[in-house]
Structure formats: structure tokens, C-alpha cells
């Protein structure tokens, strides 16, 4: 099994900058793929980032120029900074860790208002 841990979320204004952290733990050596989603009220969980063990990333076009995932291998720790924030950021943001199983961790908000 894998856990996963978000922090760094909060409230922002509008230009500002956040980074987010998540820490994983337990079989590592089955994750293929990690990824950033979020989840706006009334609003289906979208993918906002991903990073593949090989790599490559994906982002939501929403994000493209603003968004940055990254991974720190000895820290076992998934990072998504974002830049330019902006209202309709505001969010839940969830990591993913996909591999032999499928995980989540439990959320961590983002709200960026005046």
C-alpha cells in the first residue's frame, strides 16, 4: 500500500504563489505515476498535473505556464508550485499515486481570493 500526504495549502491572492507538498510512503517501488487533481465546489475532480516515474508530465490547459510538478526522490515527495493563482484555482487539491493500486491522500485547500 501506498499513503499519501498533502500539505502546504491556504489562502492566496490573486497573483500570488503557493507550493504543494506530497509525501508518500509505504511500497514506493509500485508507483508508476503520481499526479495533482482538484476539486471545486460543484464541480467534478479534474487531473491538474502528472508525473510518470520515466518523467514526463501532463498538465490541464487551465495550468499550462503556471503550474510546475516535480519530484524529489530522496524525500519521497511530489511537489506542485503554482504560480499566477487565480480565483477559479480555488480548489481541493488531491495527490494520486497510481501504480499497482490507485491512492489518494486527503486533500489539502486552496483558496485564492482578495
Known amino acids: 500500500q501506498v499513503q499519501l500526504a498533502e500539505s502546504g495549502g491556504g489562502l492566496v491572492q490573486p497573483g500570488g504563489s503557493l507550493r504543494l507538498s506530497c509525501a508518500a510512503s509505504g511500497s514506493m517501488f509500485s508507483i508508476v505515476a503520481m499526479g495533482w487533481y482538484r476539486q471545486a465546489p460543484g464541480k467534478q475532480r479534474e487531473l491538474v498535473a502528472s508525473l510518470t516515474s520515466g518523467g514526463s508530465t501532463q498538465y490541464a490547459d487551465s495550468v499550462k505556464g503556471r503550474f510546475t510538478i516535480s519530484r524529489d526522490n530522496a524525500k519521497n515527495t511530489v511537489y506542485l508550485q503554482m504560480n499566477s493563482l487565480k480565483p477559479e484555482d480555488t480548489a481541493v487539491y488531491y495527490c494520486?499515486?497510481?501504480?499497482?493500486?490507485?491512492?489518494w491522500g486527503q486533500g489539502t485547500q486552496v483558496t485564492v481570493s482578495s
Open positions: 494520486r499515486s497510481l501504480g499497482e493500486g490507485d491512492y
